[in-house]
């Protein structure tokens, strides 16, 4: 009977917990707008991206999680056939410089001028699927794969969820779902 008791304290406790994490999401909290310099390399098997292509969805995703809209994307690896076997690439690759909300960080300097802006922010859910609307499709399940392992870790994200599953050379055999919380800023009023 005693051992029932104890799941039981347990199990309450671990409710507690979760639930207190629930009552944390969605509350507003002080964040500043950090720039980062990333960058971003493709090497999908099954779908081959034009430079504005591949540009144009890491662009789109970076919007759709929060990042400010003065993002900058430069598209590397497109001269040419010649160009792409110097920088030894089979594909574009992109440098990123985009200002994404971020914790501050005590006695920390701006880089740049309105690096560390402060702003209202909260962790909000998100979710990268196939979506028509958003022209993410099947065939974009190896650079979303690319895009959770290099960009997705330098976000602020927390309960970050993976289900990616691409079967190379085969558009129609992968799967992806990244789902978590991401911190974006609150509209001004």
Request: with cysteine; glycine share 8%.
């Amino acid at each position: 009977m005693r051992s029932v008791w104890a799941l039981a304290g347990v199990g309450l406790m671990f409710a507690a917990s979760v639930w207190s994490a629930d009552a944390d999401a969605g509350k507003p909290i002080a964040a500043v707008w950090s720039e980062q310099h990333l960058r971003f390399f493709y090497m999908g098997r099954t779908s081959r991206y034009s430079c504005d292509g591949l540009r144009d969805k890491v662009r789109a995703m970076l919007l759709d999680l929060g990042a400010r809209r003065d993002l900058t994307i430069t598209a590397l690896g497109c001269e040419g056939t010649s160009a792409r076997a110097r920088l030894g690439s089979l594909g574009p690759s992109l440098n990123i410089v985009v200002s994404t909300p971020a914790l501050p960080v005590p006695n920390q300097k701006p880089l740049h001028p309105g690096d560390l802006g402060k702003v209202v922010a909260r962790f909000e859910a998100f979710t990268i699927t196939s979506d028509a609307f958003r022209n993410m499709g099947m065939a974009d399940c190896e650079l979303v794969d690319e895009f959770a392992h290099q960009i997705l870790p330098k976000l602020v994200t927390r309960h970050l969820k993976q289900d990616i599953s691409c079967a190379p050379f085969q558009e129609s055999g992968g799967r992806f779902l990244v789902r978590g919380e991401i911190l974006r800023t609150l509209p001004s009023r």
